[in-house]
């Protein structure tokens, strides 16, 4: 539970909200989006190295996911997001 | 024509399903009820052990499915390797228990079964990483090879947390699911179920150790033995247990009389017993 509450402080910090229907933490300023999944299972140290990487193009969203998304559910994710 | 979505051909695939979902959990409510009688039967007054079941609703369904998926997002592309039958909760059935002990036994008396003696434990994890908050096994009924019937033992108020919860919340709005997902709710769920946990774990160990429980604690449900009635043709009642043994039951009075007997010794187990 500490771990829990030491991450959902990192992403609260770094101005990550929590999206509910696609269970994704994401920052539209950063254009980059973690998975719950991905939260889970990567360290804090980890999830601030992400964080703390450089956005990723214009126009383009960084994805953090355990298990890469496909192009089609980037697609989609993307066109939500936007 | 449009391309079908992958949640319309799930929908299609759960009306396909419903029907065998409904014989599982026929099946597998009857098999937990008839093992877990005698253990009823033997309660003590403040003890419960109340069995409930359900078919998943569609949209649940559908929604479980696709909180699965990372992002919760299904792929279009591999829309056919969606399947509903890789849920195991289709069809489930629980058991809410109280005390812990009264648990401990049902799970004992369940797993003894030949039905769930090869199903496959999947408990719930308690986030403090001590044991599970509740026991889940799931498995393959008679009634169906594709669709999988769930069985979870849960300590009575967990499951009625639990229950609150969905009926509340999620049943109105399956979508809303995914927030209990997010790193705060989880946070608060554990401390709502720590809590519940150490309210149970108290009482239980206060009504242990009193020392006049003996001459407290009423047990008039204290045989488990079945007596088959000696009305069974005219009343429907096949069989009464416990109590009844002594009274007139045994002396050939019908059901319908005792049903209206004022006395709750009585009473009590006649009505439990009354199913055909």
């Known amino acids: 539970m500490p771990t829990t509450a030491t991450k959902r402080q990192i992403l609260e910090d770094a101005g990550y909200f929590y999206s509910f229907d696609r269970m994704i933490y994401i920052n539209r300023d950063a254009r980059k989006a973690f998975s719950v999944e991905f939260v889970d299972d990567h360290s804090e140290g980890e999830l601030e190295a992400r964080i703390n990487e450089p956005a990723p193009p214009p126009g383009e969203w960084g994805f953090y996911f355990n298990s890469g998304p496909s192009e089609a559910v980037r697609r989609e994710l993307s066109a939500l997001l936007a | ?276």
């Open chain 2, 1 to 276: 024509m449009a391309e079908r979505t992958v949640e319309d051909r799930l929908r299609q695939e759960y009306f396909l399903l419903l029907p065998e979902a409904r014989r599982v959990l026929g099946e597998l409510e009857t098999k937990v009820r008839h093992c877990l009688l005698p253990l009823s039967n033997r309660l003590n007054k403040y003890e419960r052990l109340v069995v409930t079941s359900r078919v998943k609703d569609c949209e649940s369904a559908l929604e479980a499915l696709r909180r699965r998926q990372e992002g919760a997002t299904f792929d279009p592309e591999r829309g056919e390797s969606y399947t509903l039958t890789s849920l195991n909760d289709l069809a489930g059935v629980r058991v809410l228990a109280f005390p812990k002990g009264r648990l401990t036994e049902a799970d004992a008396t369940l797993r003894r079964h030949t039905l769930f003696s090869s199903w496959s434990p999947d408990p719930v994890p308690s986030d403090a990483g001590e044991e599970p908050l509740a026991l889940k096994y799931h498995g393959n009924c008679e009634g169906s090879s594709k669709v999988r019937g769930e069985l979870q033992i849960v300590p009575m108020l967990i499951g009625l947390f639990w229950q609150i919860e969905h009926s509340a919340i999620y049943k109105p709005s399956p979508e809303l699911k995914g927030v209990s997902e997010s790193l705060e709710m989880r946070q608060r769920t554990s401390d709502v179920l720590r809590a519940l946990q150490a309210f149970e774990e108290s009482f239980e160990r206060l009504v242990q150790r009193d020392p006049l429980k003996k001459s407290r604690v009423l047990t008039s449900r204290a045989s488990a033995d079945v007596s088959p009635c000696l009305d069974a043709p005219s009343c429907g009642i096949r069989y009464f247990v416990g109590a009844l043994r002594n009274s007139s039951a045994r002396r050939g009075r019908n059901w319908h009389a005792i049903r209206s007997s004022p006395s709750p010794r009585i009473l009590e187990p006649t009505i439990i017993l009354s199913a055909p």
